[in-house]
């Protein structure tokens, strides 16, 4: 397996500021895939194939001109073929060692015998901590995500992994914030996934992140594929702030997430955390970049637009679901936040939205 052999070899990775300000733009962003022994191949290919496809396949199946947002490199510990799972032969373009620039780095899921294959793997993880603290974001997939716990990079940090393997997880690294109800977390450049095809809800997920929501609607239309599922059970939406580790922040984070659609004041959510009105102000703002009341906004907005990418019918309804009643005020903070009436949204993104599913268990679909 060969990626796109023109990478850049520049020193060093972009910062998070960096690769912020690259988001939305044209920038053409380094990603390395790490291939492993006896790995899941799909984990690795998956990735490989959904960002070679952002701002390609779209642009060739509507006779665009390409616009590339990523170029991609397949690297083995030691830069040798390895055998996958389930013997399926897998050829990187070079060593972990031999990579002189990414941006991303994507750890595929290992196998279920996870503490076997750390052992197996102990290389990779002062790799993993040298290109963390250049800059780069690691996204572990699955089982993958255990390499990044070894290397203590998820101390007292969300992360979340497959529901199989996260009670052996919680109990070896129990210094980690474990979410394993999460399809994907994201908290300080540091990314996990959920199960076996959450590889490209993942993938997905940083294709919006970095070239926005457009692109990564168009990035799935075009292979048919999902937009990125939020939970392995549930609903949920995404992270609408920079990661922080005000752990009572984030508890009103989630109460807020539950009960978006609800008045809740400022004097309510401080006591739920035993914090007065003026200290949880300033603590919330310091946490999240914002003030209660505009994240309020925010995660309502966002609530609203995956309410209209899934073709509801009624404005009105989306409205009253995300805690309005005015639906002249509903519409207008909308198009302040997004630039497109409710009506203008659906129109444009309901077609390009697929529902893949979940286990009536509320287990994740692999």
Not at 200 to 205: K, R, V
Not at 337 to 366: C, I, K, Q, W
Request: hydrophobic content about 40%; overall charge positive.
């Amino acid at each position: 397996m060969t990626g796109h052999a023109n990478s850049k070899n520049r020193a060093g990775g972009l910062d998070a500021g960096h690769i912020s300000s690259a988001s939305h733009s044209d920038a053409v962003l380094d990603v390395t895939v790490v291939l492993l022994e006896d790995g899941y191949a799909s984990t690795a290919i998956g990735p490989i194939e959904v960002f070679h496809s952002a701002g390609l396949l779209w642009n060739w199946l509507h006779g665009d001109a390409p616009q590339p947002r990523f170029r991609v490199r397949t690297a083995s510990i030691d830069g040798r073929s390895v055998t996958s799972l389930c013997a399926l032969g897998l050829t990187p373009e070079l060593a972990i060692h031999d990579v002189t620039h990414t941006d991303i780095i994507i750890l595929p899921a290992s196998g279920w015998d996870v503490l076997d294959r750390i052992a197996q793997n102990t290389s990779l993880l002062p790799w993993l901590r040298k290109w963390h603290d250049k800059g780069a974001y690691i996204a572990g997939i699955c089982t993958g995500v255990a390499f990044l716990a070894e290397c203590g990079l998820l101390d007292g940090r969300q992360a979340t992994t497959h529901w199989g393997v996260a009670d052996i997880l919680r109990k070896r690294y129990p210094k980690v914030l474990w979410r394993p109800e999460q399809f994907v977390t994201e908290d300080r450049r540091l990314l996990c996934s959920g199960g076996i095809y959450a590889a490209i809800d993942l993938s997905l997920y940083l294709v919006e992140k970095f070239c926005g929501h457009d692109i990564a609607l168009q990035c799935a239309k075009s292979l048919l594929v999902g937009m990125p599922r939020r939970r392995q059970s549930g609903y949920s939406v995404f992270p609408l702030s920079a990661p922080h580790s005000d752990e009572r922040i984030r508890q009103t984070e989630d109460y807020l997430r539950q009960h978006l659609d609800r008045d809740v004041s400022i004097g309510h959510l401080a006591d739920r955390i035993g914090m007065s009105p003026r200290n949880f102000i300033r603590r919330f703002k310091a946490a999240t970049g914002r003030l209660p009341g505009a994240y309020i906004q925010m995660l309502r907005v966002e609530a609203a637009k995956e309410l209209l990418e899934q073709g509801a019918a009624s404005i009105q309804v989306v409205c009253s679901k995300v805690g309005y009643e005015d639906i002249a005020f509903f519409r207008s903070l909308f198009k302040r936040h997004t630039d497109m009436t409710p009506a203008e949204y659906r129109n444009r993104f309901a077609n390009m939205s697929f529902d893949r599913g979940e286990l009536a268990s509320g287990r994740a679909v692999a």
